[in-house]
Structures are given as C-alpha cells and as structure tokens.
Antibody, heavy 117, light 107 residues
Framework: EVRLVQSGAEVKKPGESLKISCQGS????????IGWVRQVPGKGLEWMGIIYPDDSDTRYSPSFQGQVTISADKSINTAYLQWSSLKASDSAMYYC??????????WGQGTLVTLSS | SYELTQPSSVSVSPGQTARITCSGDVLAKKYARWFQQKPGQAPVLVIYKDSERPSGIPERFSGSSSGTTVTLTISGAQVEDEADYYCYSAADNNRAVFGTGTKVTVL
C-alpha cells in the first residue's frame, strides 16, 4: 500500500525557519517525483515544486522560486519543504503528493502551518 | 493561457447526475485528472487520462473530453460525494495547473 506520512502541525512566528517532512512507503521512493502543494484555508490548490529523489532534480513553480527549498533524502524515503524566514502569508495547509507535475496520484495527510506573532 | 476554469458550485439531488466542466486551452493537447477533496481531508484522485478510473473509485464517477473542455460526471450522486472537485493538467514537468475548484452539494 502506498502511503505518504507528513510531519505534524506547526505554530511559528514570522521570521522563523521551518522544515516539514513527508515520508513515503509502499513503493520505490527514489524513482517517483514527489512534490509540495499549498492550500490557503478556504482556497484552491497550488503546486510549489517537485523533486526526483534519486538524483535530486528539483523544479519550482515561478511563484515559489526563491521562497522555499525542496529537498529529499532517499536513504530514509523522505522529502522536505523548508523556509528560511517565514512570512504571515505562509500560513496554509501543505500537502506532499507523489507523481510530480505529470501524474500526481497519492497524497499525504497534510501539514498545517500557522503563523502567529 | 495556462488556466483551467470550473463553475464555482454545482447542486444535485441524491440519485441524480452531477456534471462538472473544466475548460482550458491546454486540455486540447494534454490529459486531465480530477481530484476530490472532502472537508478536512487530502485530495483523492478519482479520474486520470481524461476518463480512466483508479482502482477503488466507484463506477458512478466518469470522465470525458471534447476539445478544450473536460467533464466529470457523477451518475447517481450520493450524499458522501459532497466535496470540492479540482481538475488538473500538466504540460510537462515544468508547468502544471489545478482548476479553480467546484463545490458539489448533494441535497
């Protein structure tokens, strides 16, 4: 069974750094693109970027280039999304999804990031 | 343009047929997917390659395509089908877009 399990909810202050994770199981993690999708409460879905864990080839959507960093560690079947300096506008639910831009299929359960001063 | 447009809402009575359209120039050349998202849950893939249904998805969900429009049809809608539905398409591994989303109400 394919599963993507994400790290728990976070409450942070503007300016702080953050790294959230997504661990895959039930498939060959290294050989599937995996990416991150943002959903602001009450709004739609937006791709942030994707990574191919086997060689760390990474692609970013233009809106998120330079704003976040996507990485992966294939030895522990885990992908990451990180911010160096959070902004209030980063408050959202973040999902990981297997399959990249071309063929997203399985999704993680989501990680809620809340910014509070 | 690289946008996918959906109606904001669709209402249907239980047992009736709901149709959700998605329009965009990219759909004339690329396949579409449909995702169902229930409140507080992650999206679930219900249709891929315009009309293919993943295993475990009920047969009442079907998809079709014509030109620059794709359609998700729920035949015999059930109360548990109430959700937001998003169409999706990707030009390549550098560019992809979700539709604007449609809230389906079954009552």
């Amino acid at each position: 069974e394919v599963r993507l399990v994400q790290s728990g909810a976070e409450v942070k202050k503007p300016g702080e750094s953050l790294k959230i994770s997504c661990q895959g199981s039930g498939y060959n993690f290294a050989n599937y693109w995996i990416g991150w999708v943002r959903q602001v409460p009450g709004k739609g879905l937006e791709w942030m970027g994707i990574i191919y864990p086997d060689d760390s080839d990474t692609r970013y959507s233009p809106s998120f280039q330079g704003q976040v960093t996507i990485s992966a560690d294939k030895s522990i079947n885990t992908a990451y999304l990180q911010w160096s300096s959070l902004k209030a506008s980063d408050s959202a639910m973040y999902y990981c999804a297997r399959g990249g831009f071309i063929a997203p299929d399985y999704w993680g359960q989501g990680t809620l990031v809340t910014l509070s001063s | 343009s690289y946008e996918l447009t959906q109606p904001s809402s669709v209402s249907v009575s239980p047992g009736q047929t709901a149709r959700i359209t998605c329009s965009g120039d990219v759909l004339a050349k690329k396949y579409a997917r449909w995702f169902q998202q229930k409140p507080g849950q992650a999206p679930v893939l219900v249709i891929y390659k315009d009309s293919e249904r993943p295993s475990g998805i009920p047969e009442r969900f079907s998809g079709s395509s014509s030109g620059t429009t794709v359609t998700l049809t729920i035949s015999g809608a059930q109360v548990e089908d109430e959700a937001d539905y998003y169409c999706y398409s990707a030009a390549d591994n550098n560019r992809a877009v979700f539709g604007t989303g449609t809230k389906v109400t079954v009552l």
